[in-house]
């Protein structure tokens, strides 16, 4: 069964703090990608990353930075936290031999709430 | 450019009435188009899928027709099940870009026994 896991389910931070959100998949994909997800807003590209060590912005990158070390593992970091930041985190992967066709894969998402 | 619009909800159904969610698109050429599902707590999953005009995607119980005249690719069920209460939201990719994902904004929909 294939799996897109993510590293906490719900997390509170605090303003100005630093935050990593782990996302991991066993699927062998190429791409991975993260979304914020808000309500009436639908879901938002932040980052993804076609390749290990390879990324591209997204719609809406300003105060995010993203890591890709391994080929499963794709990381989201916010440099310093800030209230508007508090939203849904959603990970994703497809793999590269797309055409199209291919659906993406999900996680379960990390509710993040900074205060 | 590409977008996707989705009709507002949330939209609340007794158990077994039709279901109807309206989805149209603006992309050129011949998108794959997608319905994908969220269930409280949980990522989205795909639901259904057409890759091409007239294909009709299905799956559990859910259909979709993609419709390139009217640029559409409607949601419907027959007759909906307190289970089937979620977020539904609407896609498309393009295959000279398979990385980029428009979505909808979602659609909730509350089913009552």
């Known amino acids: 069964d294939v799996k897109v896991t993510q590293s906490s389910r719900y997390l509170v931070k605090r303003t100005g703090e630093k935050v990593f959100l782990e996302c991991v998949q066993d699927m062998d994909h190429e791409n991975m990608f993260w979304y914020r997800q808000d309500p009436g807003l639908g879901l938002r590209l932040i980052y993804f990353s076609y390749d290990v060590k390879m990324k591209e912005k997204g719609d809406i990158p300003e105060g995010y930075s993203v890591s890709r070390e391994k080929k499963e593992r ?10 508007n930041q508090t939203s849904m985190y959603l990970c994703a992967s497809i793999p590269s031999s797309g055409s199209g066709m291919n659906e993406q894969f999900f996680g379960p998402g990390t509710r993040l709430t900074v205060l | 450019g590409n977008s996707v619009t989705q009709m507002e909800g949330p939209v609340t159904l ?52 993609y419709r390139k005249e009217t640029t559409s690719f409607h949601l419907e069920k027959g007759s909906v099940q307190v289970s089937d209460s979620a977020v539904y939201f609407c896609a498309l990719t393009q295959s000279y870009n398979f990385n980029k994902f428009y979505f909808g904004s979602g659609t909730k929909l509350n089913v009552k026994p």
């Open chain 1, 74 to 83: 794709f990381s989201l970091i916010l440099e310093s936290a800030s209230t």
């Open chain 2, 14 to 65: 007794s158990e077994e009435a039709f279901l109807t969610i309206n989805c149209t698109y603006t992309a050129t050429g011949y998108p794959s188009l997608f319905w994908y599902v969220q269930y409280p707590g949980e990522g989205l999953q795909l639901l259904l899928k057409a890759t091409k005009a007239d294909d009709k995607g299905s799956n559990k119980g859910f259909e979709a027709t």
